[in-house]
């Protein structure tokens, strides 16, 4: 929407306001969800059969196909091919793609047409933008044909894992600006009736309004929740200290952020329901989905997914890796060896989880790549959400580097905060990070950055301390848009 036409709906009465969501909502349902979503439902359900021998076979299948149909049919992979730098005739399976060179997002991100297969019009394309953490987003352009298949396998593996499918009513909480920002009394949502969707604002989570959250919340019979870990949160402390226990629903599901643990145990009290993760990345070329035994599965079908070192070379199985990642589910707008920009530690290859699937595991996901902790012995962090478990009396927190070895911890107390909670916090983090200089602030909030995401690790030096390593993109494309 153009600036004119959103000025105009946040002048809208929430009447209005709704009525337009469901009509947007009827062009959602009429694109994601169409004739052919249906039949490929039972089709990702069925793969959740295969063995780790037919998952390689089918990557690649789909991996052979692909570089074919990149250096035929799109310009830049074309022109790579023809110069020699994108040798696609030695790679046979999928452990020979690290011979092609990583593409980064910002070549991307200056061209994004570059990537479009020359056999589609562009102008019957649907467009999807990524989050765009630094105000410079990426364009991915989908088939109704391939969309309506990546909308399969968010049904089949966000919804009926969970036992909840599309058509059950279900509360959002993302990044998107529903109401205007001005807005000072409720409601602070709209509902888009054809999705059965309740998308509430991430920006008026204010003390004195989130009561009026609840309260919709438990009016719409509210199923599941699917959102920012920190905004489902915010509403689970809030319920937690007003003893409300009138809320209750099924799965409260992680989407964009990662799930911190201290979040997990609040979120799943407050709401007497069952959390789960889940990974993606808005350009569709790898996600993953956690099932119920606590285990995140990649989704092969979705992209390959590699882990690099610092060296460019495969880290092993239990060792933190960038994601470069090669798109299996889009032949139009075609990703391959992209650098997603985050880090991750792989599950060993072949384990077998309990709940039966043989996709392989990410054991976790470390977030941004340029908001780890780097350690003074040279080790980087992600999460280390473990210095917050347990009943310490804090809301929220987050940990700033500002220094090679000067931190800062910021923290949201609760009622009852005193010094053994900040020690415990102290202690906990030097025990991971080392002896450093650490400075603890007690902070009212914590600020959100534009797109409404919270960080929970900065890192203000990564520049600095990462100059002499190989090049890295700075922002994550951890997707929060598409639903
Ligand atoms: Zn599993």
């Known amino acids: 929407m153009n600036d004119i036409l959103l000025r105009m709906y946040y002048c809208l009465p929430s009447c209005a306001v709704n009525v337009a969501a469901s009509l947007y909502g009827y062009y959602q349902t009429r694109i994601r969800y169409g004739s052919l979503w249906e039949r490929m439902v039972p089709v990702i359900e069925q793969r959740d059969g295969w063995t780790l021998d037919q998952w390689r076979e089918y990557q690649n299948d789909r991996l052979m196909f692909f570089l074919k149909r990149a250096v035929t049919r799109v310009p830049y992979y074309r022109r790579l091919h023809e110069c020699g730098r994108f040798p696609v005739e030695d790679v046979k399976s999928t452990d020979d793609l690290s011979i092609l060179p990583i593409l980064e997002k910002d070549v991307v991100r200056l061209n994004p047409r570059d990537f479009i297969a020359d056999d589609c019009n562009p102008s019957k394309l649907i467009s999807e933008q990524t989050s765009g953490t630094t105000g410079k987003p990426v364009l991915t352009f989908w088939t109704s044909a391939t969309y309506q298949e990546l909308f399969a396998i968010f049904e089949y593996r966000l919804r009926r894992w969970n036992g909840v499918k599309y058509g059950d009513n279900w509360c959002m909480i993302g990044g998107q600006l529903v109401v205007s ?52 949160d915010v509403l689970a402390i809030h319920a937690l200290e007003r003893n409300r226990t009138d809320i209750k629903f099924e799965f409260a599901i992680g989407n964009a952020e990662p799930y911190l643990i201290h979040q997990r145990d609040r979120i799943e009290k407050a709401f007497q329901c069952e959390t789960r993760d889940s990974y993606g990345c808005s350009e569709g070329v790898t996600h993953a989905y956690e099932c119920a035994y606590g285990n995140l599965h990649l989704s092969p079908d979705v992209g390959i997914t590699e882990f690099i070192g610092q060296n460019g070379e495969a880290v092993p199985p239990g060792e933190a890796g960038e994601l470069v990642c090669t798109g299996l589910l889009n032949p139009d707008n075609i990703f391959i060896r992209y650098r997603v920009g985050d880090w991750a530690i792989a ?103 534009n797109n409404g995401k919270f960080k929970f690790v900065v890192n203000e030096c990564y520049q600095t301390l990462t100059r002499s390593e190989q090049p890295s993109v700075e922002n994550s494309s951890r997707s929060g848009t598409l639903m």
């Open 181 to 232: 920002q001005k807005r000072k009394r409720p409601p602070f949502w709209i509902w888009n009736h054809p999705c059965r969707q309740l998308y509430m604002s991430n920006y008026h989570l204010a003390p004195q309004f989130l009561d009026y959250y609840l309260d919709e919340i438990k009016a719409r019979k509210i199923v599941y929740m699917l959102g920012f870990c920190s905004s489902m």
């Open 347 to 449: 599950g060993d290859p072949g384990w077998q989880c309990q709940c039966g699937r043989s996709m392989p595991i990410i054991k976790k996901v470390e977030g941004r790549t340029a908001d780890m902790i780097i350690t003074p012995d040279g080790r980087r962090i992600g999460l280390i959400d473990p210095v917050f478990r347990g009943n310490l009396r804090i809301k929220e927190a987050q940990i700033r580097q500002v220094k090679a070895e000067e931190f800062v911890i910021c923290c949201v107390p609760c009622t009852g905060f005193d010094d053994s909670d900040k020690s415990v916090i102290m202690n906990r983090f030097r025990d991971r990070v080392g002896c450093v200089k650490v400075r603890f602030e007690l902070v009212d909030r914590i600020p959100r950055g």
